[in-house]
């Protein structure tokens, strides 16, 4: 084996030693997801299959890591000291910001493999050469000199043979992280850690695998790509899709948001942070001297793209199973890999419960604009226009949303998969009848007739009967017209067949808020005790003073808990 030992004055030092970094990333949020996915980011897009190998040790630690790769060229770069060696700590190369890498800052790798354990080491083949690069970062502390910390503990050629004992392919390369520290994963064995690097994988480079037909091993276990609600044709048919353009023009920049679905374009207010309409075409700011910042490819002038769902009727929630339901969180993706979820809600409201948003661009420039962190993580929380233009989108497009049952929003998207022909058990659908709201307008007075002449009295017309009664009542809360405006509603209880009919009867007309099928006789007047003691009665026993909204939360509540089982 030869090592090289040349090494130029000052080539690899940045101003710290290597215990100084040692104690900058083990502080820092590494874990062993974000680690793995730093050593799969610099190879995914380059190599056709990657092997994962992990060892749990006798004291159900996990001990060793490796990440093995079949790119033919090798680990480039593996023999270079100095400025352009790709270990070098803040190292810059080319590929930091193209955006055909997913390499963002120089960081991932080293800042990775020094969180996470104390031997690192590469082997890699370079057309007929082997080499290997060793990092032992507990012998490196314990040197004082800045220069020689940093330095490798080995760095060279090896045979042929030692090469082939530890990488599986012919070709590639091979990252070998052991001794691995306690803190980054606790107690496990093996399946379980199997699992958990299985379901990183798929979760994170899920499109990659679908798209590209990557293929990537876990301990010899085939990682197939994740399940997407996007993809689910019982969430597709509502997914509402916005693409977003940022455009600059020396100083001034315009956020123009393409809906849809809706045919139409909204821009986006700097000064009211607010979604307003835009009549001009995407075209006439371009042709007007705009650049399209960030687009996602020649051919999509966009920069980013907006879409939301909604998961209820998915089969995947048609049983008792409640595992992965979304709760209003935002996917992010760069370029077909995952960089996590984050939540835009100040607080998080069960309505929304099925709600799945995600966000998806190319640039490296758009990450930089919405806060990528050096490990990779996005979380939408910087104060930049630009976020907040994609939170108002996020938020125009959930508004169409909504799995509070009783409600008329319920109600239409239940029609909406009814429509598509999409199986509802009934415990998925809406627990109200909704008829658009009546407002009978009242007969026109006649006027009357200044020479008026003898009517004969018209022959009787036989009284229609009444609306049918039937074994089932109905609970209802609503508003008389002559109450329109105001903040007062009423609670009533009828068995009718038809209960409109019932409604019918209010001559000036009414505005249904819920009606509930019940079989608690009782309701009506417990409904109406527990209110008497929350709200004011302007007159009579059924009418209440109250905002809509609390009034309609606890008339549901209060049935919830008292109906008959």
């Not at 190879?43 to 790119?71: A, G, H, Q, T, Y």
């Not at 991932?108 to 020094?114: C, N, S, T």
């Not at 497009?397 to 009934?426: C, E, H, M, V």
């Amino acid at each position: 084996m030869n090592q090289i030992t040349n090494l130029e004055p000052n080539d690899e030092n940045e101003g710290q030693d290597i215990s100084s970094y040692k104690q900058i990333y083990r502080n820092s949020t590494y874990d062993l997801k974000n680690a793995i996915n730093e050593f799969v980011d610099n190879i995914i897009k380059k190599c056709s299959e990657i092997k994962i190998k992990s060892v749990v040790n006798d004291d159900s630690r996990l001990f060793e890591l490796k990440i093995s790769d079949n790119l033919e060229t090798g680990f480039e770069g593996i023999e270079i000291r100095g400025k352009k060696s790709p270990f070098k700590w803040g190292s810059s190369r080319i590929g930091h910001k193209d955006d055909n890498e997913t390499s963002e800052y120089g960081l991932g790798m080293k800042a990775g493999a020094i969180a996470c354990c104390d031997m690192f080491v590469v082997y890699t083949r370079l057309g007929d050469k082997y080499y290997k690069r060793e990092y032992n970062y507990v012998e490196m502390s314990k040197k004082e000199d800045i220069i020689e910390s940093l330095k490798p503990t080995f760095l060279g050629e090896i045979t042929e043979s030692e090469y082939k004992n530890k990488h599986p392919f012919d070709y590639g390369s091979s990252l070998v992280l052991s001794s691995i520290r306690n803190e980054i994963f606790g107690v496990t064995d093996q399946k379980n850690m199997t699992d958990y690097i299985i379901k990183n994988i798929s979760n994170t480079y899920g499109e990659f695998i679908k798209k590209f037909n990557k293929k990537i091993y876990v301990d010899d276990k085939l990682v197939s790509h994740n399940y997407c609600f996007f993809d689910d044709p019982n969430c597709s048919i509502f997914t509402i899709t916005k693409k977003i353009y940022y455009l600059k023009k020396n100083n001034d920049t315009k956020i123009i948001i393409d809906c849809v679905n809706e045919n139409k374009k909204k821009i986006f207010n700097n000064n009211k942070k607010i979604l307003e309409a835009c009549k001009d075409d995407i075209a006439t700011y371009i042709n007007d001297g705009y650049e399209s910042y960030g687009k996602n490819s020649e051919s999509d002038m966009s920069c980013l793209i907006l879409d939301s769902t909604f998961t209820y009727f998915s089969d995947k929630f048609m049983g008792d199973d409640k595992d992965d339901i979304p709760g209003d969180k935002v996917e992010i993706y760069k370029d077909n890999r995952n960089h996590g979820e984050t939540y835009i809600a100040k607080s998080r409201n069960g309505i929304h419960n099925y709600t799945l948003h995600r966000i998806r661009f190319n640039s490296k420039k758009i990450g930089n604009e919405i806060g990528i962190t050096f490990n990779k993580k996005i979380e939408l929380k910087n104060e930049h226009d630009f976020v907040k233009a994609i939170i108002k989108c996020i938020e125009d497009n959930k508004s169409n949303f909504s799995a509070d049952r009783p409600t008329k929003k319920f109600a239409g998207l239940y029609k909406n998969a009814i429509d598509n022909n999409i199986q509802i058990p009934d415990n998925k659908k809406p627990k109200i009848i909704i008829e658009p709201d009546p407002q009978p307008v009242p007969d026109p007075k006649p006027v009357p007739d200044p020479d008026p002449k003898p009517v004969p009295d018209p022959d009787p017309k036989p009284v229609p009967p009444p609306s049918p009664k039937s074994d089932e009542l109905y609970l209802y809360l609503i508003q008389k017209v002559e109450n329109l405006g105001s903040n007062i509603y009423k609670i009533g209880k009828t068995n009718k067949e038809y209960p409109f009919d019932r409604f019918k009867e209010f001559l000036k007309g009414y505005k249904v808020i819920i009606i509930f099928k019940i079989k608690n006789d009782n309701l009506e007047d417990i409904i109406k005790e527990e209110f008497g003691k929350k709200y004011e009665r302007p007159y009579g026993d059924e009418y209440f003073i109250g905002d809509i909204d609390e009034l309609k939360w606890d008339f549901i509540n209060l049935i919830q808990k008292h109906e008959t089982k």
